[in-house]
């Protein structure tokens, strides 16, 4: 028996190959297509670090931009040309006093405890022993896309009024103040509502590092907050407060549909109004609690309303 050369493995090997090409050709095996981008199913997109800003849309549309108007001005003309009061454009004031509250205290923010809770800064409050400090808490709102005006102190008259917060679409005065966490004195850079969800702002909330918020994004104000200075003011007006009017979109704000202070929220300042390390006469500025990890629940009673006549809490 004759032997078969020793290049006949190769030759058998070469024979295969073009068995598998000429099959390939033939489209015996099949060969998977290739999808274009326009028919890949839709995905959804990640939350990515923004290049403009998303929390723009707290503020009421219309009107020049708060970013290209001049800013108020920083002297004593400012204050002299205010009107007797802000009641056409903030809450009816529920306190009138002589003295002028505490400067802002410095605290940190505990992390949300869910979804879809807002934050409300804390302040200074009058009671019946004097200035107290309410603590800042996240706050379940009373409808879905609610946003938090916070209240502020303004000086008129020679006298300190305190105007309450309220709910709205989009965020009316504060009285320029930055209360921190979002609240830079003018609109709020925390987050912003979403086809029903609400998204947090990484750099002025803190979200711990459990994870309990899926919408997150980041966005960096930068020179449009208010500059705080050293004093911390916590009122607008006067010789030591805050020089600030209201923009054309903070007024517009407030004549649309607005609902007042939840009855949870009257109740959690409130229950804090006899606490003596609340007290500013005995914390000297620094209030025992600043915040509270625990939440306040929403009050679904509250509706927004245009009725903004009178005192309605």
């Given at each position: 028996?004759?032997h078969?050369?020793?290049s006949?493995p190769w030759?058998?090997?070469?024979?295969a190959i073009?068995?598998c090409v000429?099959v390939?050709h033939q489209r015996?095996?099949?060969?998977?297509?290739t999808?274009?981008?326009?028919?890949?199913?839709?995905?959804?997109?990640?939350?990515a670090?923004q290049?403009?800003?998303?929390?723009a849309v707290n503020e009421a549309?219309?009107?020049p931009?708060y970013?290209t108007?001049a800013p108020?001005?920083?002297?004593q003309?400012?204050?002299?040309?205010q009107?007797?009061d802000?009641s056409?454009?903030a809450?009816q004031?529920?306190e009138?006093e002589?003295?002028?509250?505490?400067?802002?205290?410095?605290?940190?923010?505990?992390?949300?405890?869910a979804d879809?809770?807002v934050w409300?800064?804390?302040y200074w409050?009058w009671?019946?022993?004097?200035?107290?400090?309410v603590?800042?808490?996240?706050v379940?709102p009373?409808?879905v896309g609610?946003?938090w005006?916070?209240?502020?102190?303004?000086f008129?008259g020679?006298?300190y009024?305190f105007?309450?917060?309220h709910w709205?679409?989009h965020?009316?005065?504060?009285?320029?103040?930055?209360?921190?966490?979002g609240?830079?004195?003018l609109?709020y850079?925390g987050?912003y509502?979403?086809?029903?969800h609400?998204f947090y702002?990484?750099?002025?909330?803190n979200?711990?590092?459990?994870?309990?918020v899926?919408n997150?994004y980041t966005y960096?104000?930068?020179?449009r907050a208010r500059?705080?200075?050293r004093?911390?003011?916590?009122f607008?007006?006067?010789?030591?407060?805050v020089?600030?009017?209201?923009?054309?979109s903070?007024?517009?704000?407030?004549?649309?549909p607005?609902?007042?202070r939840?009855s949870?929220?009257?109740?959690?300042a409130?229950?804090?109004?006899k606490?003596?390390?609340?007290l500013a006469?005995?914390n000297h500025?620094?209030?025992?609690?600043?915040?509270v990890?625990?939440?306040i629940?929403a009050?679904h009673?509250?509706k927004?309303?245009?009725?903004?006549g009178?005192n309605?809490?």
């Amino acid at each position: 028996m004759k032997h078969l050369p020793r290049s006949a493995p190769w030759v058998l090997f070469a024979l295969a190959i073009a068995i598998c090409v000429a099959v390939f050709h033939q489209r015996l095996v099949p060969i998977v297509p290739t999808v274009s981008a326009a028919v890949l199913p839709a995905q959804s997109p990640a939350p990515a670090d923004q290049s403009q800003d998303p929390a723009a849309v707290n503020e009421a549309p219309g009107g020049p931009s708060y970013t290209t108007q001049a800013p108020p001005p920083a002297d004593q003309s400012a204050a002299a040309s205010q009107p007797a009061d802000d009641s056409s454009y903030a809450e009816q004031p529920t306190e009138t006093e002589t003295t002028p509250p505490p400067a802002l205290p410095e605290y940190t923010q505990p992390p949300p405890p869910a979804d879809g809770y807002v934050w409300t800064p804390g302040y200074w409050a009058w009671g019946p022993n004097g200035y107290y400090w309410v603590p800042g808490a996240w706050v379940e709102p009373p409808y879905v896309g609610a946003l938090w005006t916070p209240g502020y102190w303004g000086f008129y008259g020679g006298r300190y009024s305190f105007y309450p917060g309220h709910w709205g679409l989009h965020i009316g005065f504060y009285g320029g103040i930055n209360y921190g966490f979002g609240y830079i004195g003018l609109g709020y850079e925390g987050g912003y509502w979403h086809s029903g969800h609400f998204f947090y702002n990484r750099v002025y909330n803190n979200l711990g590092t459990r994870v309990v918020v899926r919408n997150v994004y980041t966005y960096n104000a930068g020179n449009r907050a208010r500059v705080v200075s050293r004093s911390r003011p916590s009122f607008n007006g006067g010789s030591h407060g805050v020089q600030a009017r209201p923009r054309p979109s903070e007024v517009r704000a407030w004549h649309e549909p607005t609902a007042p202070r939840m009855s949870t929220q009257v109740q959690h300042a409130q229950s804090y109004s006899k606490s003596r390390g609340q007290l500013a006469t005995q914390n000297h500025g620094r209030p025992a609690t600043a915040a509270v990890s625990r939440p306040i629940a929403a009050d679904h009673n509250v509706k927004p309303t245009t009725n903004h006549g009178g005192n309605r809490r």
